[in-house]
């Protein structure tokens, strides 16, 4: 074996452990999340094959009747309907291709008279119990498969109307926060590179909400705005003599979404500071000698040299900060109450984990995907990275 053979297997042997995790945990979502967009996959009926049940006491109930009660099989076929057995009291939904088995293959006599001589008094799961009085198409019945829906739900996108409130909502909320946060991360960056005392304290204390739970800040956030809360306080003191009154800035649909922007600028400006300061500690003190001797003021260093200087950390932060931006969902989680102010992440959370649509959600996600990309790609191309 030659050695650059050798060396490449040991290579992909050491590697391994991480393709392996990538593939798993990174590769297959996606790829799942792409064949689950054009079927109409259900989470909560996954497991719906796996649920045990007493076929006896389903049979009582449904037929009304115990079972040491019923001497035949004759006495009780009027009351049987399959479709409503297996349907409402075993708990199976069925779909069109396994409605038509059941027509078809169901035993409904073999079952019976196992109930009339007492067979069916044991505990089985849906699966066992479909497979064993199925003539035919067993299968159809021993695990979840969702049906193959095409492009339905691409389709049901353009007639949802909470995809356009999650859209506009998700595209302002990017448009606003993200310039804002990147302009204030440049503010900050200059003032933490600034060699005055108590610099290390003021790094950190902006750089701390970077490393906070996003749970315990929304929370402080929702004492900060609540009704009674002392953002209202200090509005009162202040402003209380010209009428202003409490406002309940999460719960009013006008104004929960920008409270919400407010509080991920001020967590994200620390993050993005710490790039924009390594940025600023690779322009040489030279130019700024240099601007000095020609007479130039901060403002015109900080804007011909400081800022041109920092586009490839700039392009960055944008980019960067718009996928965060358009995935937002943490912040809407814990402080949205209404539909109004919804993100496109949220609403896919809703779709997914809520209404069981997991299907549609995927196809939102792609959507999602799609639009990010899209944005990435048009601010590499038109946000050069060098002055």
């Not at 984990?353 to 549609?360: A, I, K, L, Q, S």
Request: glycine share 4%; hydrophobic share 50%; charged share 15%.
């Amino acid at each position: 074996m030659k050695t650059k053979t050798r060396e490449a297997i040991f290579g992909y042997i050491f590697a391994s452990p991480v393709i392996i995790i990538v593939l798993l945990f990174t590769i297959y979502p996606i790829i799942m999340v792409f064949y689950y967009s054009f079927t109409n996959y259900n989470p909560l009926e996954t497991q719906k094959f796996k649920y045990p049940i007493n076929p006896q006491e389903l049979l009582e109930f449904h037929v009304g009747m115990f079972q040491d009660e019923v001497e035949s099989v004759d006495k009780i076929i009027d009351y049987f309907d399959p479709f409503s057995f297996i349907q409402y009291d075993v708990g199976l939904n069925l779909n069109e291709e396994q409605k038509k088995a059941v027509a078809e293959y169901f035993e409904v006599d073999k079952l019976l008279e196992d109930f009339v001589e007492g067979k069916l008094n044991e505990t089985m799961t849906t699966s066992e119990f479909m497979t064993k009085y199925m003539a035919k198409q067993k299968n159809l019945f021993k695990r979840y498969t969702p049906e193959i829906v095409g492009f339905d739900n691409f389709k049901r996108l353009f007639k949802d109307e909470y995809v356009r409130i999650s859209l506009v909502n998700t595209l302002l909320y990017t448009v606003i926060v993200v310039p804002v946060q990147t302009f204030l991360a440049v503010l900050l960056a200059v003032a933490a590179n600034l060699k005055v005392k108590g610099v290390k304290l003021y790094k950190v204390v902006f750089f701390l909400p970077a490393i906070t739970s996003s749970a315990a800040i929304s929370m402080i956030f929702w004492l900060i705005y609540s009704k009674p809360g002392i953002l209202n306080r200090i509005l009162v003191t202040l402003l209380g003599g010209f009428g202003f009154q409490p406002i309940d800035w999460l719960n009013n649909p006008n104004t929960a979404l920008f409270a919400i922007m407010l509080m991920n600028i001020w967590s994200t400006a620390g993050y993005f500071m710490v790039t924009f300061l390594a940025g600023l500690q690779d322009i040489p003190l030279s130019l700024y000698e240099a601007a000095e001797i020609d007479g130039a003021s901060s403002v015109q260093k900080f804007w011909k040299i400081t800022l041109p200087l920092l586009r490839p950390q700039i392009l960055f932060v944008i980019v960067m900060g718009t996928i965060g931006c358009m995935q937002v969902f943490d912040q809407i989680y814990f402080l949205i109450n209404n539909m109004r102010n919804i993100t496109l992440s949220f609403y896919i959370y809703k779709n997914a984990f809520e209404y069981g649509n997991m299907g549609y959600a995927s196809s939102l996600a792609i959507i999602l995907f799609g639009i990010i990309m899209l944005i990435t790609f048009l601010q590499r191309r038109y946000i050069p990275e060098e002055y």
